[in-house]
């Protein structure tokens, strides 16, 4: 079940992640977030990940990169509207801590 977008009781940045999200367009994905979420104030950045329908392991990797950037700045990531194979990778890999839906 997708996790609802939080309610802003403190700054929240909302971004989305793409319709796909592969080995095939990981890095550009990667870049393209890294430099939009780079520009966010807010101390919680939200991915809205409802748009992501076709995605591999590479998803996850994006996500953990995307986690440590904002971590290295003090920020947090959230997820939202995870699709449930998502969260079964992440489950898989034993990350679930490191990215709360």
């Known amino acids: 079940m997708a996790a609802p977008l939080p309610t802003a009781v403190a700054p929240?940045?909302?971004s989305a992640l793409p319709e796909q999200l592969t080995m095939h367009v990981a890095a550009q994905v990667l870049d393209q977030l890294s430099g939009a979420l780079a520009?966010?104030?807010?101390?919680?950045?939200?991915?809205?990940?409802?748009a992501l329908r076709v995605f591999d392991s590479s998803a996850v990797a994006?996500?953990?990169?995307?986690?440590?950037?904002l971590a290295a700045r003090g920020k947090?990531?959230?997820l939202a509207?995870?699709?449930?194979?998502?969260?079964?990778?992440?489950?898989?890999?034993?990350v679930g801590e490191l990215l709360p839906a």
């Open 12 to 14: 929240v940045a909302v």
């Open 39 to 50: 520009q966010q104030p807010a101390q919680t950045v939200v991915l809205d990940a409802q």
């Open 62 to 69: 994006v996500l953990l990169e995307l986690r440590r950037q």
């Open 76 to 78: 947090t990531l959230q």
């Open 81 to 94: 509207h995870t699709p449930t194979r998502l969260q079964q990778l992440v489950t898989l890999y034993g």
